[in-house]
Antibody, heavy 121, light 107 residues
Framework: EVQLVESGGGVVQPGGSLRLSCAAS????????MSWVRQAPGKGLEWVSV????????NYADSVRGRFTISRDNSKNTVYLQMNSLRAEDMAVYYC??????????????WGQGILVTVSS | EIVLTQSPATLSLSPGERATLSCRAS??????LGWYQQKPGQAPRLLIY???NRATGIPARFSGSGSGTDFTLTISSLEPEDFAVYYC?????????FGGGTKVEIK
């Protein structure tokens, strides 16, 4: 059974930093690109970042580029999102998500339960 | 960035009725469009990918159609568990983008 479990959320002041983790199980982790998707309170979904299975392709939404860094450790089956210079508009539930099995089929078949990041002074 | 516009924002229907949701892309995405269902407090669930393919375990009452810039998600006969928010998403180009959502509520 595929499982994705996020951790590391919490309350942080504007300008602060936080690192999210997503522990994966139930599939060959290194075979899959992983993404982070977020959802501000009461709002829609926003794709944030992707990293491919080998870690050599990375992409970001413009809204986080230069402030967030995605990485992965295939020996630990974990993907990370380092979030720096956090702003009020970064406050959201952050989901990690895995695509469909077909390479390039960037739809999200599996999602974590989500982790809340609150940015507030 | 490809902008996806969903309509209507809210759809008020009764169980057993047919639901028709629309998603329009700001430029052609070919057939690279998917649909998700999200219930309160839950992660989204993939329903349809590549415009018309049902994801694993999705009931046949859910169907998708369209290509280019205009897409439709149809729920043939609403079940009580289908009342939720639905999002479309394109994978044609980076950044991946989602529509703003359509809420299907009980009339």
């Amino acid at each position: 059974e595929v499982q994705l479990v996020e951790s590391g959320g919490g309350v942080v002041q504007p300008g602060g930093s936080l690192r999210l983790s997503c522990a994966a199980s139930g599939f060959t982790f290194s075979d899959y690109a992983m993404s982070w998707v977020r959802q501000a309170p009461g709002k829609g979904l926003e794709w944030v970042s992707v990293i491919n299975g080998g870690g050599n392709y990375i992409n970001y939404a413009d809204s986080v580029r230069g402030r967030f860094t995605i990485s992965r450790d295939n020996s630990k089956n974990t993907v990370y999102l380092q979030m720096n210079s956090l702003r009020a508009e970064d406050m959201a539930v952050y989901y990690c998500a895995r695509r469909l099995p077909t390479v390039g089929s960037n739809y999200f078949e599996y999602w974590g339960q989500g982790i809340l990041v609150t940015v507030s002074s | 960035e490809i902008v996806l516009t969903q309509s209507p924002a809210t759809l008020s229907l009764s169980p057993g009725e047919r639901a028709t949701l629309s998603c329009r892309a700001s430029q052609s995405v070919s057939n690279s469009l998917g649909w998700y269902q999200q219930k309160p407090g839950q992660a989204p669930r993939l329903l349809i990918y590549d415009a018309s393919n049902r994801a694993t375990g999705i009931p046949a009452r859910f169907s998708g159609s369209g290509s280019g810039t205009d897409f439709t998600l149809t729920i043939s006969s609403l079940e009580p568990e289908d009342f939720a928010v639905y999002y479309c998403q394109q994978r044609s180009s980076w950044p991946l983008t989602f529509g703003g959502g359509t809420k299907v509520e009980i009339k």
